[in-house]
């Protein structure tokens, strides 16, 4: 993950910053309303004090909260702004990447899992950067700021707190253990999801004409429930995390008000008012650390999924094509239009066998040439060395008495007019497709 978040540029660094600023000052704001609540506690319980003074108490806390709303405002903004800004980058640079892969790399991640990529393991990095810059940030300053504020307001109080808090992470580590490697999961049985949907839309001709419609459902509702069942596995992890923390949230607040309760009871007189104004601070902030706490289990349920998703796309980011550019733009003087083939041999990546072994023979400027061989013979694979779809594994192929190898890519296909086999139309106007 922090490899992918160095690719945030400066702008970006400079609004993380501004919106730490804003954290910060609605931290603050957040915890000085217990204090206002306090106070106003103390001047209602206090006899002769003016009504004056609790609505001035009271109207300070008004702007807290007023200023707290304003600075999470500022602080979503910005991370909406840096999250939609990166993923835009993002795709930018992932989409030039796979731009210039040969069919080695296209084939290495297959193209479904590339669209996987570039789609929904972005959305997957760009939530986790909006909702981080929000919740992670603030939750350790939130918790550690609390706890500094409740420090020696009451060693009992204290005690349950630190109960309910290490009940919360047993809890959470239990269930983390358990869902994290569905999470992980859940990425790469999306990819499968894209492959066999996009492979039964592009050969949808060959599913009908071999009566293949059954076979095919049956594969994809097999790849759908895998990734139904993991979705739910998760979901009911996830399901136990909002009603624990309302749960610990109340029986902590409880605990708070009955222990209050006895050791007012136990009290003098004179320290009856204390003990009531602490309690009722005390119960404020520890429901900011139990807050901190969600805030941290909301990021952990998002961390998984997107951390294998910046994995994933910096395995495109930082893979290097094999088709790597030469430096030669035109051919040799007095050779025009002449393919030749120097005692070439290929084979696929992680194959054994040759697919074409030794081939020699030229074919001069006006000449017609043709290939003829079965179905698998190595036809199509043999003219696609010429543009470098793939490069020869042994001998050269040469385009003017210069091999395809020196030339840059964009001067070997201004000599090249292709064909394919299948006719690829582009979204458009037949214009647009010409052009």
């Known amino acids: ?55 001035k108490a009271g109207g300070y806390m008004l702007l807290c909260a007023l200023g707290s709303f304003a600075a999470a405002m500022t602080v979503g903004f910005f991370a909406a702004r840096i999250g939609a800004s990166f993923s835009q980058r993002l795709r930018s640079q992932l989409f030039n990447k796979v731009d210039s892969f040969s069919m080695e790399e296209i ?29 992670f ?26 109960v309910a808090l290490f009940i919360l992470i047993a809890v959470i580590s239990v269930i983390f253990a358990f869902i994290m490697p569905k999470f992980k999961k859940m990425q790469v049985l999306t990819d499968n999801m894209n492959r066999i949907t996009m492979e039964n839309l592009t050969g949808l001709r060959v599913v009908r004409a071999y009566n293949a419609e059954n076979y095919q459902n049956d594969k994809f509702e097999a790849a759908n429930e895998d990734l139904t069942a993991t979705q739910l596995y998760t979901s009911r992890g996830m399901a136990v995390f909002h009603p624990m923390m309302s749960m610990m949230m109340s029986g902590l607040g409880l605990a708070i008000y009955w222990i209050g309760a ?29 807050m901190a706490f969600m805030m941290v289990v909301m990021i952990f349920i998002m961390m998984p999924r997107a951390m294998v998703s910046a994995k994933r796309i910096n395995e495109v980011l930082e893979t290097e094509p094999v088709i790597s550019d030469g430096n030669i733009t035109s051919g040799k ?70 091999n395809v ?24 106007s037949v214009s647009s497709n010409v052009g």
Do not use: C
């Open 405 to 428: 190898k020196n030339y840059t890519q964009e001067a070997l296909y201004n000599k090249i007019g292709y064909v394919p086999q299948k006719a690829v139309m582009f979204r458009g």
């Open 107 to 135: 084939s290495r991640f297959s193209t479904a899992s590339l669209i996987t990529r570039s789609t929904n393991d972005i959305t997957q990095v760009q939530l986790l950067i909006t909702m981080g810059l929000q919740m």
């Open 137 to 162: 940030i603030k939750a350790p300053i939130l918790a550690v700021w609390a706890v500094t504020k409740i420090a020696g307001k009451g060693f009992e109080w204290t005690v349950a707190t630190g």
């Open 333 to 402: 003087d007095g050779i025009e239009g002449e393919v030749v083939f120097n005692h070439v041999s290929f084979r696929y990546p992680g194959a054994s066998d040759y697919v074409l072994q030794d081939v020699s023979f030229s074919a001069k400027k006006g000449e017609t040439v043709a290939f003829i061989g079965s179905t698998g013979s190595g036809k199509s694979t043999l003219i696609n060395l010429v543009p470098r779809f793939f490069d020869a594994t042994e001998g050269e192929v040469l385009i003017d008495g210069v």
């Open 262 to 290: 006895y050791l007012i009871d136990s009290a003098n007189d004179m320290d009856k008012l204390d003990i009531f104004s602490n309690m009722v601070v005390f119960s404020s902030y520890t429901m900011q650390v139990i």
């Open 1 to 55: 993950m922090l490899k992918i978040l160095k690719r945030l540029n400066l702008m970006e660094w400079l609004q993380a910053g501004i919106s730490l600023l804003f954290i910060i000052a609605q931290v603050w704001l957040d915890l000085k309303l217990p204090d206002y609540m306090s106070k106003i506690t103390q001047l209602t319980q206090t006899p002769g004090s003016e009504m004056s003074e609790i609505w």
